[in-house]
Every structure is written in structure tokens, then in C-alpha cells.
């Protein structure tokens, strides 16, 4: 038995060090295992459960602009409902195909700031702050008024989602479209994960820590933080394409700040900067307000704006920020992260 314990000690510590080198940790393993987990514990609640998986990735969108590029914006919203629009006019005018139509969605979205990101990227703070909501606020009134369009305020509809890779029919469970936004969430975060400790992350957090620095190191900062400004409206516009497609139904509501409002809250809760708080924070953020919405339908705003201020007084850095305190408690000399 000894001989047997001492032999697999060099194997336990490769695959412990395998884990390590590509950054994988038990938050890493838990939080999916929850996800898929759902699924079979409240097949009841998978409706719900879809709608929290398409915020996660919503707010991880907004994450790489605030949390890794110090792009203060309150118009991620806007990305969220033209990638909507975009892939509910696909599915309307070209096909039914899904794939293809968040690809659509991200790539209208991500063209769109693509256009606006060298106008909008020359200001910073509050200023920048404003152009993007101003942008969100033009975007939502034209879907408003272009009612032939956008449908008005009734939202467009009237398209046909067809079963994904021709196989996986949606229904009114949801339990195709719950998997389908996990998958496509799960794509999401490994396309951010690698962005963001690519070369081109680590430049873009020194950018948002110490822009002078990096200019004074021939960084070209407008250029990095374009790229990444695109890739996170991208991000936005594959949500809204799922949103469109799961719901079959897109309206104004998208475009308005209470969506980009709701996603920095999540951000907020979660922490930012941290890949996994914009996971914690979302399913935290809306699973919280549709209990408190279910138990009081009233008064749950109120319950929701106590949670925000004990989150504020207790956890300054989100919940990935006390798990890291609670992790240092343990251990001292730990000081990796997720």
C-alpha cells in the first residue's frame, strides 16, 4: 500500500502542476459542474436559468471594458439590442439557422463599435461615460420611431429559430436553449480567458493602470483599446442574438440603460476585473431579484437595494474579492488567483 501511495505522488503533483500552468482551479471546476448541474436539480427553473446564463455573458462582455480596459461606459446596452436586432432580421429575411445567426449578431454589434470606437475612445471619465449612453439613448429612440423596422415598441417577431445543428428543437421548457447559451457561454469564456492573458490583456490592463506609462513604452493605446472595445460589443451582440433567438421575441427594452444599469450591478456584486465575478455577480443579481420579485412583487426593489448596499459595505470587491481574503486567511502565502 505504501509503495503504491509513493508511486502516485509524482502523478497527483503533475496533474496538480498541469492545472496550475493553465490556470484551472477548483472555481474553475465548480462552476460548471453547478451550471450542468441545474439543469437535471430544477428542470423547473430552466427558463430562468437560460435568462441568467445569457446575463453572465452579457455582463462578462462588459467585464473586459470596465473590469480589464477602464472603459467607463453605460452603453453596453446598446451592443446587447443591435445584436438582437441583427439576428432576429437574419432569421427573419435569410434563415432560421441559429449558429449563424449570433455570428451575425456579434459581428453587426462588434462593426458598430468598430465605427464608434475611435470617436468614443478619445474622451475618458465621465465624459466618456455620457457619449456611450447618449449612444444607447439615439439607438433606442430610433427603434421607437422606425416602427416599419424595428417593430415599435411591440418588438419584432414573426421569425423561425430552427433546431440547433438540425437536431436540437427549441421548446417552451428550455431545455435546448438552456444548453445551447451554455454552450455558447462556455465558448465565450474561453475566447475572453485567452484574450485576457494574452499579451495583448496584459498591455491592455497596464493601459488602465497606468496609461502614460504604456504610451511612454510606444504602446498604441487608442489601437488596443478599439480592439478590445470590438471584441467586448461583439460579446454583447452574440447575448442579444441569443436572447432573440431563445425568447423569439426582440424589443426597445434592450437598448435602454437599465440593461447596461443591471449589468454593471452584476459586476459590481461579482467583481471586476475578474472573469469569474461577472458569473457570480449575474446569477446572484437575477436569481436574487426574481425570488424577492416572486415573494413581493411590490416591494422587491426594496430588498434588492439592501443587498447592493451590504454588498458595497462588506464586499468592496465583490465576491471574487472576499474569496480571495478568505482564501489568504488560510493561507498567507497564497497569492494566486482565479
Do not use: C
Amino acid at each position: 500500500m505504501t509503495t503504491v501511495s509513493v508511486t502516485n505522488r509524482p502523478v497527483v503533483a503533475k496533474v496538480r502542476n498541469a492545472f496550475a500552468a493553465h490556470r484551472i482551479n477548483w472555481i474553475d471546476i465548480g462552476i460548471w459542474v453547478v451550471a450542468i448541474g441545474a439543469y437535471f436539480v430544477v428542470p423547473t427553473y430552466l427558463s430562468l436559468g437560460t435568462t441568467v446564463l445569457i446575463m453572465i455573458l452579457f455582463t462578462l462582455s462588459l467585464d473586459l471594458a470596465v473590469g480589464y480596459g477602464g472603459i467607463d461606459t453605460l452603453g453596453q446596452g446598446a451592443f446587447y439590442g443591435v445584436g438582437g436586432y441583427a439576428a432576429a432580421f437574419w432569421a427573419l429575411n435569410v434563415t432560421g439557422e441559429p449558429i449563424s445567426g449570433l455570428i451575425v449578431g456579434g459581428g453587426v454589434a462588434g462593426l458598430l463599435a468598430l465605427i464608434a470606437g475611435p470617436i468614443v475612445l478619445r474622451t475618458r471619465g465621465l465624459t466618456l461615460i455620457m457619449i456611450t449612453l447618449a449612444i444607447s439613448s439615439m439607438l433606442g429612440e430610433f427603434a421607437v420611431t422606425a416602427k416599419s423596422i424595428t417593430g415599435g415598441d411591440d418588438g419584432l417577431t414573426g421569425y423561425h429559430i430552427e433546431p440547433v445543428f438540425g437536431l436540437f428543437h427549441f421548446d417552451i421548457y428550455y431545455r435546448t436553449a438552456y444548453f445551447y447559451a451554455l454552450g455558447v457561454l462556455a465558448a465565450a469564456f474561453i475566447v475572453a480567458r485567452i484574450v485576457v492573458n494574452s499579451p495583448f490583456g496584459l498591455t491592455v490592463r497596464g493601459i488602465r493602470e497606468n496609461p502614460v506609462r504604456m504610451r511612454l513604452l510606444g504602446v498604441r493605446i487608442r489601437n488596443r483599446l478599439i480592439g478590445l472595445f470590438t471584441l467586448s460589443a461583439a460579446m454583447a451582440g452574440v447575448a442579444g442574438g441569443l436572447t432573440a433567438q431563445v425568447t423569439g421575441l426582440i424589443g426597445v427594452d434592450t437598448l435602454t440603460f437599465l440593461v447596461s444599469g443591471n449589468a454593471l450591478i452584476s459586476l459590481i456584486l461579482g467583481g471586476f476585473g475578474r472573469l469569474y465575478g461577472a458569473f457570480l455577480g449575474a446569477a446572484l443579481f437575477y436569481i436574487f431579484s426574481d425570488r424577492a420579485a416572486a415573494i413581493n412583487p411590490f416591494h422587491w426593489l426594496l430588498a434588492l437595494g439592501i443587498l447592493l448596499i451590504l454588498a458595497v459595505r462588506f464586499m468592496p470587491n465583490g465576491l471574487m474579492g472576499l474569496a480571495d481574503q478568505l482564501r489568504r486567511k488560510e493561507d498567507p502565502l497564497d497569492r494566486s488567483g482565479p
